[in-house]
């Protein structure tokens, strides 16, 4: 690409980190046509002068891209040379970000509310409340200590004591900047110790539930405190200079935590180096967070049987079912995925009737981009979880990140209402049983259907 663009990036790197302030910052959506344009964005991106919110540049993915005020023109000339349409879609990205904290005046400090986005000392507060609330059926579980020192701290709700229980998995926030993530994950935690709802009593009570709403806390607090748009942890291990990539340093400064698992680590979808958004860490587990996660799980598998690994980030409005580098007929991978594809349908057609928000679902590679180290892929292949599931949340890219918080609540309700449908389709495929099986009748139907549809 134009060498000129490189000679104007050197003046923007820092060392120190400091408060990212992202005042006039626009965000313009692009979606690639050709693979011509692709390469263009590719090339774009790897000038670091500009944050794509996707990873992933594939033709027709839509994207988004965060570009600072003084390099508006600069980033104009660039896509129209290329000949890519360019849609501006956010004037000040600060103003969101400002948005989203504000809190309202009108309620009481000590409770908690869905009407902006809590920060972590305010979660854990409200967590720690609601377990002496609720002390007969939940409590408190410390699973680890981050670089930082923060704890780990995750909810366990257990109704009915059961000696080798099924044991479900929620892990939310493991992408700091995910923040509707925390935020649907303490409702999940307030309707299953609250709801009168059946389905909700069902799931809450037949199930020993461990829910992490923050699984990266070192993240999700320098997410408010000093880059909206952290996505990392903060191991600081490996930091080293990002000069050579335009990059400031602070970006080697930890670890993408949905690369590191060990299931597949590092064969396709992460990076190597540090200073990369998606560096997958020096080894699998390597990170305080992963490894916690997969002691506690290991742990529970020994005590009861595994049910859900329930994964939340956001966002596009995805349901994924494992694996993340298979695609086409290759789904078959994970032995009951026609199950999986049938409980995803169903939960997301509930979910869409609530608010009318509509979901796809399918693997990863096949409707989002190839990934292989995730938390989530691990929790099947590696733990051997039958239920497992990726939620990425609303939206589509209005807002992203940014998602305002008078969409907390309405993001909550239907991803609610899509989990209760899925655990009723669950049960009537005998997940309850304890049978370990990967066909059912129905599911075969529709891989059948498929494969005719195919062949055509
Ligand atoms: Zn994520």
Redesign the pocket.
């Known amino acids: 690409m134009n060498t000129k663009i490189f000679l104007l990036l050197t003046v923007i790197v820092s060392i120190k980190s400091e408060y990212v302030n992202y005042k006039y910052h626009k965000v313009y959506t692009v979606t690639p046509t050709t693979e011509k344009e692709v390469q263009a964005l590719l090339d774009l991106k790897n000038s670091n002068d500009f944050v794509f919110w996707i990873e992933g540049i594939k033709v027709g993915l839509e994207n988004r891209i965060d570009v600072a005020a003084e390099k508006q023109r600069l980033f104009e000339k660039y896509v129209s040379d290329a000949g890519i349409k360019a849609e501006l879609i956010i004037e000040d990205v600060q103003s969101l970000i400002d948005n989203q904290v504000k809190r309202s005046k009108t309620r009481n400090s000590n409770e908690y509310a869905w009407d902006y986005y809590q920060n972590l000392d305010e979660i854990y507060e409200w967590m720690n409340r609601t377990a002496e609330a609720y002390s007969s059926v939940a409590s408190i579980i410390n699973i680890g200590a981050t670089a930082e020192g923060r704890p780990i701290l995750g909810m366990v709700i257990d109704f009915k004591k059961r000696e080798r229980p099924y044991y479900s998995v929620i892990e939310g926030g493991?992408?700091a900047r995910?923040w509707i993530t925390p935020a649907t994950c303490t409702w999940i935690i307030k309707e299953f110790l609250t709801s009168n709802d059946r389905g909700v009593r069902a799931m809450a009570e037949d199930v020993v539930w461990y829910i992490f709403p923050v699984t990266n806390p070192d993240g999700y607090v320098y997410s408010f405190t000093d880059n909206r748009m952290w996505?990392k942890n903060r191991n600081p291990a490996m930091q080293t200079s990002c000069a050579h990539m335009n990059r400031p340093d602070d970006m080697s400064v930890g670890v993408d935590l949905?690369r590191n698992f060990d299931f597949l680590w590092m064969t396709v979808g992460a990076s190597g180096n540090p200073c990369d958004i998606t560096y997958a860490g020096p080894s699998a587990f390597s990170e305080a967070e992963s490894l916690a996660m997969a002691n506690l799980i290991n742990g529970l598998q020994e005590r009861g049987s595994l049910l859900y690994y329930l994964s939340f980030?956001?966002y596009t409005q995805l349901l994924l079912i494992p694996y993340s580098h298979v695609r086409g007929s290759d789904v078959l991978e994970a032995d009951n995925y026609a199950d999986l594809f049938e409980i995803g349908i169903k939960g997301m057609d509930k979910l869409t009737a609530r608010h009318n928000t509509t979901y796809r679902v399918g693997t990863s590679a096949d409707i989002l981009y190839e990934v292989s180290g995730s938390g989530f892929d691990w929790a099947k292949g590696g733990a051997h979880f039958p239920l497992v599931f990726l939620f990425e949340l609303r939206d589509t890219g209005r807002f992203g990140f940014l998602l305002p918080p008078e969409e907390i609540i309405p993001t909550s309700e239907e991803t609610m209402d899509g989990m209760v449908e899925m655990d009723r389709v669950a049960r009537s495929m005998g997940y309850y049983r304890g049978s370990a099986h990967s066909f059912t009748a129905s599911g075969f139907m529709i891989l059948l259907l498929a494969a005719m549809l195919l062949a055509k």
Do not use: F, I, V
């Open positions: 493991l992408h995910e996505r949905n980030h956001s």
